[in-house]
């Protein structure tokens, strides 16, 4: 869910020293983003699930963890009116960074780590927001205005 902020694992991997099928030993991209030129076969070798070549050594990009977190949570929404809650919230100013939802099907069994969350066993749309704790606040409450045609969402804070 978070990869429409952060992007995937893929777009971290700066540079790769590898070997190949035939056993050469080889280097790619490089240790700082700005070092990265030409093809960039560290993306491609990062999809090539070890087809390609073995990585012996990476080098990632790495990012800041937000200072807050604030999560809405949305009960009960069927999967059209969760896809148009998703797109209002990420269509909006707010700056979301991460949407998912789990349709009631999906909790059949019972999901280790999500607490109370669940309540009923219905379906749970999920939006987070990330930043300073004063505009990740204020996002939310802003975006909660915006999803309550959708019905009441719950707060997280902090998750």
Do not use: Q
């Not at 990420?90 to 109370?116: C, Q, T, Y």
């Not at 009923?120 to 987070?128: D, H, I, P, Q, S």
């Amino acid at each position: 869910p978070r990869r429409i902020r952060a992007g995937g694992a893929r777009d971290h991997l700066l540079g790769a020293h590898a070997v190949s099928g035939f056993g050469d030993s080889f280097k790619t991209g490089g240790k700082v983003v700005k070092n990265v030129t030409g093809y960039d076969l560290c993306k491609l070798l990062a999809g090539s699930w070890g087809t390609l070549s073995v990585m012996t050594e990476v080098t990632l990009k790495v990012m800041p963890k937000p200072e807050a977190e604030r999560t809405l949570l949305l009960r009960g929404l069927d999967d059209a009116a969760a896809n148009k809650a998703m797109t209002a919230a990420l269509g909006s100013p707010f700056d979301v960074s991460g949407a998912a939802h789990l349709p009631k099907s999906a909790f059949r069994a019972k999901i280790e780590g999500l607490g109370d969350l669940l309540g009923e066993g219905e379906a749970l749309t999920v939006l987070r927001l990330e930043g300073i704790i004063a505009s990740a606040a204020h996002r939310a409450g802003s975006l909660r205005e915006l999803l309550a045609p959708f019905g009441t969402a719950t707060l997280v804070e902090d998750v």
